[in-house]
T-cell receptor
């Protein structure tokens, strides 16, 4: 079974500072993908970044980067230069290989509030 | 628009009534997913359709829940004899559905179901 754990229910960050959101996962599948989604108060799920289990380098997308530590089974999201618009819920998710099906398993989320 | 659409956006029903929720995936996407998000929680997988294959129903919480996908496009999630614990936001997502594990799932705006 796949499991995603986000241990930080909520956090404050000062505008323009960086913030790290923790995510650990558990799977027996050798091939998997890790995703981060942002969910603003409006409710839509916005894809941020993806990391494949066989990727050699950490993924980066603009101000988002993923600190992938495979041996520790962690995939932390780093948001640099936080903006007020970054205030939202952030979900880590995992998609397993064929054996696990293609569904996403989500963590419980971390609520980020950016302070001016 | 070109995104995933869902209807209705809000649904209030009485306990014991049946409800139908609709999802229109992005054109050309062969994979379609239903998730449920209870208040303050992460997303919970319900069911997954891929092309003409038998759907993965492993996430459906009870036999009151069913879903179908007609013509490989529009999907309807049906909840029979609704209970108060069914109150949640029901999110639909679609993806290209190929075998690669990194394909992003595009989410619809969700249907907020309230069972009185």
């Amino acid at each position: 079974a796949q499991k995603i754990t986000q241990t930080q229910p909520g956090m404050f960050v000062q505008e323009k500072e960086a913030v790290t959101l923790d995510c650990t996962y558990d799977t027996s599948d050798p091939s998997y993908g890790l995703f981060w989604y942002k969910q603003p108060s409006s409710g839509e799920m916005i894809f941020l970044i993806y990391q494949g289990s066989y990727d050699q380098q950490n993924a980066t997308e603009g101000r988002y980067s993923l600190n992938f530590q495979k041996a520790r089974k962690s995939a932390n999201l780093v948001i640099s230069a936080s903006q007020l618009g970054d205030s939202a819920m952030y979900f880590c998710a995992m998609r397993g290989g064929k054996a696990a099906g293609n569904k996403l398993t989500f963590g419980g989320g971390t609520r980020v509030l950016v302070k001016p | 628009g070109a995104g995933v659409s869902q209807s209705p956006s809000n649904k209030v029903t009485e306990k014991g009534k049946d409800v139908e929720l609709r999802c229109d995936p992005i054109s050309g996407h062969t994979a379609l997913y239903w998730y449920r998000q209870s208040l303050g929680q992460g997303l919970e997988f319900l069911i997954y359709f891929q092309g003409n294959s038998a759907p993965d129903k492993s996430g459906l919480p009870s036999d009151r829940f069913s879903a179908e996908r007609t013509g490989g496009s529009v999907s309807t999630l049906t909840i029979q004899r609704t209970q108060q614990e069914d109150s949640a936001v029901y999110l639909c997502a679609s993806s290209l559905g190929l075998t690669s594990a990194n394909l992003e799932q595009f989410f619809g705006p969700g249907t907020r179901l309230t069972v009185l």
